[in-house]
């Protein structure tokens, strides 16, 4: 295809792996003409052959950097999807070279975020504008509407917004999924907390399906019906959905389902790692999605969990199941519950991460602003994120989502399923990590007094590290080992 009559397209994309891909169709399909470019050129023959077979879209392609960078019109916008870490940097130095003052360059793959504040700086330096946007949806959200997190200069988000508008995932009622999100490395780190709380949601309806299956022995024609039925509801989210489908699909290789002859064993890319880290830096509880961690961790020991069933299997642990009398309706019901509590619980975290970090960097994070642009496109899109949406716009300065009133009347609703669930699975040997994290979570939140005067009693005992008095102010020491001397029993 010609080149616009101007002789130059809008924007470019380098990296046409498939997100890559179809986030430059999505873009050409909004009206944008754009250039693309890869390393390895048979991927940017391939991006503009499927350009022609799905629309004659205005997709220009590339074989070396200079004209790639030459055919977009000025100040120009690239955008990067390529791997992060090294790639990334190697990226900008083929494109940089040939780039002029005002220029931008945005990588939207999923970068650590000082990562991006450092390229910042150094493009600066050289007069160019970078963005750390955050991309969430897979391939089909690349190709027909994702969330977008873009973050940096403000300047270069501006002259790229009429396109992410259109290129992002359109709400009724609630506009394009992309806002800008503010300074520095922001966009990347709302993505990596997004992702976090994707891995807690993941956790939580796995655990779901655990119970439901392995307590309740339901088919997977039943789960498919439940998790069809809860989507529905308060629940209805693009990870139910597709979670109902899951058990729908049989195997193509063999006799049964497929998800019976998947591996038990998750693998990650490092986001959700590093929202756990960043939340022990920052001093914010992250209970529900360090537990989805941690138990990604654990399935990764296969051959010692193998090993270990044979060792408690023998004596007699494996019995336990078996012995349980179960009201599957009732069940159903009451997972449903603790599944929606353990939610509030999670994202409450991940919000609170978010708040903790914003006040960090000065970055001033609209949290209520940022469910709004999660409700589509992205993987943890879900009607729940509007009810969050509200919470926040009742009360921006809401510390936790828990004690917003819907939320707090939702949970004690609630409880009482929560509590069964969790009860039940622990009676029967089946782990349930991520909601047990997140009812301890709440029930830890909600009491006034916690027996954390014992540890501050122990840390003075052994430390001198003094403590402080329910009775009056300052600071205090005792000492406990001189006077237990003659108290000892
Ligand atoms: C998204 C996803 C995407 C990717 C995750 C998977 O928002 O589109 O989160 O970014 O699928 O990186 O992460 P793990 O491989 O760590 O599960």
New binding site residues.
């Given amino acids: 295809m010609a080149l616009p009559s101007s002789n130059l397209t809008r924007i470019g994309l380098a990296g046409l792996a498939v997100m890559g891909q179809n986030l430059a169709l999505n873009i050409a399909e909004k009206g944008f003409p754009i250039s693309v470019y890869n390393r390895t050129t048979s991927k940017v023959d391939e991006t503009v052959e499927r350009a022609k077979l799905e629309g004659n879209l205005p997709v220009y392609g590339f074989h070396d950097p200079a004209s790639f960078v030459n055919s977009i019109q000025k100040p120009r916008v690239i955008i990067m999807l390529v791997k992060a870490g090294a790639p990334v940097d190697q990226t900008i130095a083929t494109l940089s070279a040939h780039m002029e003052k005002g220029d931008c360059i945005i990588d939207g793959g999923?970068e650590w975020y000082e990562n991006t504040e450092r390229r910042e700086k150094a493009m600066a330096e050289l007069g160019l504008l970078y963005l750390g946007m955050g991309?969430?949806?897979?391939e089909e959200?690349a190709r027909h509407g994702p969330s977008l997190m873009p973050g940096g200069s403000f300047e270069a988000y501006k002259n790229i917004e009429d396109i992410l508008l259109k290129v992002a995932a359109q709400v009724p009622d609630s506009g394009p999924c992309v806002t800008y999100i503010g300074k520095g490395g922001s966009g990347n780190f709302v993505?990596m907390v997004?992702?976090g709380i994707?891995?807690g949601d993941m956790q939580l309806i796995a655990e779901a399906y655990d119970v439901l299956k392995s307590v309740g022995k339901l088919s997977n024609t039943e789960l498919q019906q439940a998790f069809a039925e809860w989507n529905k509801g308060e629940l209805l989210s693009f990870l139910i959905e597709i979670t109902a489908d899951i058990f729908g699909i049989k195997d193509d290789k063999g006799d049964g389902y497929l998800v019976d002859k998947v591996l038990d064993k998750t693998?990650?890319?490092?986001?959700?790692k590093w929202t756990v880290q960043q939340a022990a830096e920052l001093s914010v509880a992250a209970p529900t999605i360090a537990a989805s961690l941690d138990s990604r961790f654990l399935s990764g020991l296969k051959e010692e969990r193998t090993a270990a069933s044979k060792v408690f299997q023998s004596d007699g642990f494996g019995d336990i199941l078996s012995s349980q009398p179960v009201d599957k309706a009732k069940l159903i019901e009451d997972v449903r519950q603790a599944l929606y509590a353990s939610k509030i619980c999670s994202y409450a975290q991940g919000m609170n991460l978010l708040r903790a970090k914003s006040i960090e960097k000065g970055w001033d994070l609209k949290l209520g602003e940022l469910a709004r642009i999660w409700k589509g496109g992205?993987?943890i899109r879900a009607i729940f994120l509007d009810r969050i949406k509200k919470a926040y716009d009742r009360n921006p300065d809401l510390p936790n989502l828990l004690v917003d009133p819907e939320f707090a009347q939702e949970i004690l609703d609630r409880q009482a399923a929560w509590r069964r669930v969790i009860c039940l699975a622990i009676n029967s040997g089946v782990s349930t990590p991520g909601m047990s994290a997140s009812l301890a979570y709440f029930d830890t939140y909600r009491r006034e007094r916690l027996p954390a005067n014992l540890i501050q009693s122990q840390r003075d005992y052994f430390g001198a590290h003094t403590y402080e008095r329910t009775d009056m102010p300052g600071s205090f020491h005792t000492e406990w080992f001189k006077i237990a001397k003659q108290t000892k029993i």
């Fill in positions: 999923n991309v969430s949806g897979g959200g993505k997004h992702n994707e891995y693998g990650m890319k490092g986001t959700g992205c993987i």
